[in-house]
């Protein structure tokens, strides 16, 4: 999904490892799997100077999202205001190259090099010599091409790339290709090097950590994977589990090891797409309704008080009246702690494009306001009970002078909420702090350093 504008994406590259004389403007747009790309272009990319200023850039490297329509126009934005730039190079890296080279060819015939999601590792020369780099097969970084962070306290580790799944509404698989998994004494290490090096949270991601190890172990190793990284690194630090499919098997063994370890936070991001067995039956998604209770009753009984973030979308080819009913009351009923509503977005080459009747856009942009006010509900409702607890936070910035921002364990970076605390001691951005919450405005909590 796009996550921020132009300029606030340019202002979030202060990155380690400064030093040429040529200057990089960075722009990542997309989801956390575009993020671990651009961090891994960006460190092949090392010896360049990283500069917040287009203005000044000698280079700039978009790294775009074509997943979505929202985001192929946001891409495109992007790809323009840069090239009104005429001093800098502009190279268009991501899967929207991938997914429309030709069309964007046509569009933009000032784009300098252009970089296929599967040929990062050509950025170099992209650079050097300009180009089209858009015939590698698919693969996945090793990991020691990943030193180069956007964020200096919180990571993101991709364990595998592409995906077996075949949702009707996605185009992800015919970008990304089949799923790969990434060997585990290589994710171990670099989550080793990152964490002695002073990240304080790992984020694990893949389109489904649930299916790691099946390709290249013969079956699933995500429990095993989490053990080893938990082994090796000795520091303390927090290792979250993002976007797992609903496989009960898999999710047992993750259970398992998160009940044992408090550094695995308390917080699981399951999509579960709809709640409705004929909506999910179109969706391809390969389970009902009463599975996704069993997962849930599962998790929640193994782990009190963890937090299950999900995906829901609104609007789906034929979802009738009863269908967003039975989504509706499911949020209403707070199953699940935090709950993001997207809009049904129509992709040419997916099964879903082909059926009708389709839902009139109106309709579904009213459908996902319905459903994300009963979401909100639930999130007031919950963040009232945690009123006079004690949380760690990891401290993630100043507001003014002893008022700070963090997260507790229970809010991923980038998509949930914060917790506003005071404190008449220091912290920086990456250091842990123990705070009691004393209220909540709107979706953040506000408490006392103690
Ligand atoms: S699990 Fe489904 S929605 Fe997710 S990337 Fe794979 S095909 Fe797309």
Request: proline letters at 4%.
């Amino acid at each position: 999904m796009p996550k921020a504008g132009l300029s606030a994406v340019i202002s979030k590259s202060a990155v380690r490892n400064q030093g040429s004389t040529m200057k990089l403007g960075v722009i990542n747009l997309g989801c956390p799997k575009n993020t671990v790309d651009t961090e891994v272009m960006m460190s092949y990319l090392r010896d360049f100077t990283i500069t917040k200023n287009p203005a000044d850039a000698d280079y700039i490297l978009i790294n775009t999202c074509g997943f979505l329509k929202a985001s192929r126009i946001e891409s495109t934005r992007a790809i323009s205001d840069m090239l009104k730039n005429r001093k800098c190079k502009v190279i268009v890296a991501g899967c929207f190259v991938t997914k429309e080279l030709k069309k964007l060819r046509k569009k933009f015939k000032e784009v300098y090099a252009w970089v296929g999601v599967n040929d990062i590792s050509n950025i170099r020369k992209a650079v050097e010599q300009g180009g089209v780099y858009t015939d590698s097969a698919p693969c996945v970084y090793k990991g020691m091409e990943h030193v180069t962070l956007l964020n200096p306290y919180s990571a993101y580790v991709k364990i595998s790339d592409g995906c077996n799944h075949r949702c009707s509404f996605c185009v992800i698989p015919s970008i990304k290709g089949k799923y790969r998994s990434r060997k585990i004494g290589d994710i171990a290490g670099e989550i080793k090097g990152l964490v002695d090096s002073g990240v304080s949270e790992i984020n694990l991601i893949s389109q489904d950590l649930t299916c790691y190890g099946r390709d290249n172990y013969g079956r699933p190793m995500i429990g095993r994977l989490m053990k080893e990284i938990l082994k090796r690194t000795k520091k303390f630090f927090w290792l979250r589990l993002l976007y797992l499919y609903p496989d009960l098997a898999a999710i047992k063994g993750i259970v398992e090891v998160m009940a044992k370890d408090t550094r695995v936070c308390r917080y699981l991001d399951i999509p579960f797409q709809h709640i409705s067995d004929g909506v999910l039956k179109s969706m391809k998604r390969g389970y009902t309704g009463k599975h996704i209770e069993k997962v849930i009753e599962h998790i929640k009984s193994s782990l009190p008080g963890v937090h299950i973030r999900t995906s829901f979308i609104a609007g789906y080819p034929r979802e009738t009246e009863d269908d967003l009913k039975k989504l509706e009351d499911f949020i209403g009923f707070g199953y699940v702690e935090k709950a993001g509503i997207f809009a049904y977005s129509d992709e040419p080459g997916t099964h879903a494009y082909t059926l009708k009747p389709k839902i009139n856009p109106g309709v579904i942009k009213q459908r996902q306001k319905r459903l994300a006010l009963a979401s909100a509900k639930v999130c007031y409702y919950n963040n009232s009970m945690e009123t006079g607890k004690t949380k760690k936070v990891l401290v993630i910035g100043k507001r003014a002078k002893g008022i700070y921002m963090g997260r507790t364990e229970e809010n991923a970076p980038d998509i949930d909420n914060y917790i506003i605390f005071n404190s008449g001691k220091l912290f920086k951005p990456g250091d842990f702090a123990r705070v009691k919450v004393t209220g909540y405005e709107k979706f953040d909590l506000l408490g006392d350093a103690i």
